[in-house]
């Protein structure tokens, strides 16, 4: 039978390491609860993700200030990050549920090559 991280915990752990734990991961979640600090972080700049992503520097700016967009474009400004985007649901007594193919470019969306169709294969 499955036995939930609290569980082990409670077994291996004392109280004040349990709430120290808690503590430090509000801090990091806290360090890092923007898109701009977290590439601040990463010592990055709005050009250099604007390079990786194709777009213009002032587009990033906006980015970053925004609260609400399309999951791919998060996806593709994490990536730029050089990280990668796991969606995961969870439920209250329930394992987390990792969402798979949430915001991931369509072949309609991958821009085309200009040019001749060429045949791959044999």
């Keep these: 039978m499955a036995r939930s991280a609290d569980d082990v915990f409670a077994e291996t752990m004392t109280p004040e390491m349990i709430a120290a734990s808690e ?3 509000a801090e990091l979640l806290d360090e890092y609860d923007t898109l701009q600090k977290l590439r601040k972080a990463l010592d990055l700049t709005q050009e250099h993700i604007g390079r990786r992503m194709g ?3 002032v ?3 906006q980015l970053e200030k925004r609260s609400d967009f399309l999951l791919s474009t998060l996806r593709d400004y994490v990536e730029a990050l050089g990280g990668e ?3 995961v649901i969870r439920f209250k007594n329930h394992a ?3 969402l798979a193919g949430i915001g991931e470019k369509s072949l309609s969306e991958v821009p085309r090559r200009s ?3 060429r045949n791959v294969g044999p």
């Design 59 to 61: 587009s990033i700016a």
């Design 115 to 117: 040019g001749p169709a």
């Design 55 to 57: 777009k213009k520097q």
């Design 96 to 98: 987390p549920v990792r």
């Design 85 to 87: 985007l796991d969606l």
């Design 23 to 25: 503590y430090r991961a």
